[in-house]
T-cell receptor, first 114, second 113 residues
Framework: DQQVKQNSPSLSVQEGRISILNCDYTNSMFDYFLWYKKYPAEGPTFLISISSIKDKNEDGRFTVFLNKSAKHLSLHIVPSQPGDSAVYFCAAVKGGTSYGKLTFGQGTILTVHP | KAGVTQTPRYLIKTRGQQVTLSCSPISGHRSVSWYQQTPGQGLQFLFEYFSETQRNKGNFPGRFSGRQFSNSRSEMNVSTLELGDSALYLC????????????FGEGSRLTVL
């Protein structure tokens, strides 16, 4: 039972354009959502998060949107840069005492072409 | 500030053996979580420790165990290794209260032959 899904295994975009990565979830108990980026031979790195009481959070070139009714979140990267090429994981966590217990999606490989 | 350190980085074991992996969290971080990453299953939560107590546990068999020491360092152990245990094992630390914002190490790559 995959509670967090990233249906696109890969995404290719041109430098300077927008990258949109999508994620769907099924568990209504999730109340905090995060995006992580992973380069080869490195551990995942936290990128940006959003609480379920918000519908948008921005940090520089990165914006996360949350649509609770559709159980969908997306990560927008504008403008995309070649250094953004990595695997992107969305993750969700329930409230209460589940601080470090994340449920991850399968990941989307983003390739940004110069 | 030093990051999360995991040892060993690579190891090869045979079926039936047991293995212990070590994790040193970022200084001041008292919460340590462990994840297994495989191509087929992605990143899956193993367990989380805080102040030497297991706070959460994932859906893994009892062969997988862990502990945390008073200095917040953590170890995980896998007994009676199976071929399917071949994976990247990732440790992450976090500040208490920082929900989901984990700092990951580079992982320990386990190969079971």
């Amino acid at each position: 039972d995959q509670q967090v899904k990233q249906n696109s295994p890969s995404l290719s975009v041109q430098e300077g354009r927008i990258s949109i990565l999508n994620c769907d979830y099924t568990n209504s108990m999730f109340d905090y959502f995060l995006w992580y980026k992973k380069y080869p031979a490195e551990g995942p790195t936290f990128l940006i998060s959003i609480s379920s009481i918000k519908d948008k959070n921005e940090d520089g070139r990165f914006t996360v949107f949350l649509n609770k009714s559709a159980k969908h979140l997306s990560l927008h990267i504008v403008p995309s840069q070649p250094g953004d090429s990595a695997v992107y994981f969305c993750a969700a966590v329930k409230g209460g005492t589940s601080y470090g217990k994340l449920t991850f999606g399968q990941g989307t490989i983003l390739t940004v072409h110069p | 500030k030093a990051g999360v350190t995991q040892t060993p980085r690579y190891l090869i074991k045979t079926r039936g053996q047991q293995v212990t992996l070590s994790c040193s969290p970022i200084s001041g971080h008292r919460s340590v979580s462990w994840y297994q990453q495989t191509p087929g299953q992605g990143l899956q939560f193993l367990f989380e420790y805080f102040s030497e107590t297991q706070r959460n546990k994932g859906n893994f068999p009892g062969r997988f165990s862990g502990r945390q020491f008073s200095n917040s360092r953590s170890e995980m152990n896998v007994s009676t290794l199976e071929l399917g245990d071949s994976a990247l094992y990732l440790c992450a630390s976090s500040v208490q209260g920082a929900t989901g914002e984990l700092f990951f190490g580079e992982g320990s790559r386990l190969t079971v032959l």
